[in-house]
């Protein structure tokens, strides 16, 4: 077996997606599972007696956990692009300054003429994230890599999904809750009522004259479906077939937000009737993972089944911070 700092780096490598030098991605999945059977005793089942706080292979997996979830929002899908993912040390807070955003005003003046008023350029406020133990069990996943039944990259998506599940909840319950009295914003960035394409351009406009960046629509599938043009190209037309809805609006980009059920239901998690206008590059939802993981294991014999269970756990946050001017259009 690789010495155990050598497998972290082959995990992680894995884990990133990056070539293991020797390796094919199949041989890294086979090797990885012969080296963690080797840590487990030779058995590819797991118990109290071989996974144990102490032992290399529990230690091994606390580590590398965090890693397989930090790594879960990377290169990931639409709602990704929109998240800032920041790591802080335990007991830290993480503390977003929004900007006032607005703009100095340049005065016209005689030369040697310095009587303008004088305008104050850090106008600011912060926000802080309150980070929360978002928790969850592994120990059926990991004796199923084990005994063969899944491979690593297998596990490691059933980790990271489950975790970016939770948190993107937690986002959408966050944007569903932005309203005029959100910190930074006003009735200028909240619109309602019945479609009115005028009123739409004028909400875009408002946020690419506060940001000076070019803005972009976001909506559920169904949300952005209702969105009407006057004057519709023949590509519009192809797009609205193919998507189900129009690729651009008057010049701005639309973008599809990917619907999500809130857990245990079939209700959806987003609002089909909101449409979000954000500037380009801005990503208004943050989220904070505070200090280091849990890994615990309880006394099997504290179950009445003599079921040993391990417990997960992340401190995480998740918060719409507002740095940046956006918008919200809520259809009736």
């Known amino acids: 077996m690789e010495d155990i ?31 963690l059977i080797e840590l487990n005793g030779g058995s590819t089942k797991l118990n109290h007696k071989t996974f144990y706080r102490g032992s290399q292979l529990f230690a091994l997996v606390e580590e590398i956990i965090p890693t397989i979830i930090d790594e879960g929002f990377k290169d990931d899908d639409l709602l990704a692009g929109l998240i800032d993912y920041r790591n802080i040390p335990a007991g830290d807070e993480q503390s977003f300054e929004i900007e006032a955003n607005s703009l100095v005003v340049v005065a016209d003046s005689a030369d040697g003429v310095r009587g303008i ?11 802080t994230v309150p980070t929360v133990m978002k928790t969850c069990r592994v120990y059926e996943d990991l004796s199923r890599l084990l005994a063969g039944k899944i491979d690593f990259n297998t596990l490691i998506d059933n980790v990271a999904k489950a975790y970016k599940e939770k948190v993107y909840q937690d986002a959408y319950a966050a944007l569903q809750a932005i309203s005029k009295d959100t910190l930074g914003l006003g009735s200028e960035y909240n619109k309602g009522g019945s479609y009115n394409e005028d009123e739409l351009l004028d909400l875009i406009e408002h946020v690419e ?70 500037a380009d590059g801005d990503k208004p939802i943050k989220v904070v993972n505070e200090g280091d993981s849990i890994l615990s294991e309880r006394d099997p014999f504290q179950n009445n089944d003599l079921t040993q269970e391990y417990f997960y756990g992340q401190s995480m946050g998740v918060a719409v911070v507002c740095a940046q001017k956006l918008g919200v259009y809520t259809l009736s």
């Not at 008023?117 to 926000?127: A, E, K, S």
């Not at 506060?210 to 006057?230: E, N, S």
């Open 5 to 35: 700092t050598t497998l972290k780096s082959i995990m992680i490598n894995a884990i990133k997606r990056l070539p293991v030098e020797n390796y094919s991605e199949g041989q890294t999945s086979e090797a990885i599972r012969n080296a």
């Open 209 to 278: 004259a506060a940001t000076g960046k070019k803005a972009r629509i976001y909506g559920t599938k169904t949300a952005l479906r209702k969105i009407d043009l006057k004057d519709v190209s023949d590509h519009g037309k192809e797009d609205k077939y193919m998507l189900g809805y129009y690729g651009m609006f008057n010049g701005t980009e639309i973008i599809a937000m990917r619907q999500a059920h809130i857990p245990g239901t079939n209700k959806f998690a987003l609002d089909n009737t909101k449409l979000y206008v954000i």
């Open 117 to 127: 008023r004088r305008q104050r350029i850090d106008n600011r406020d912060t926000l």
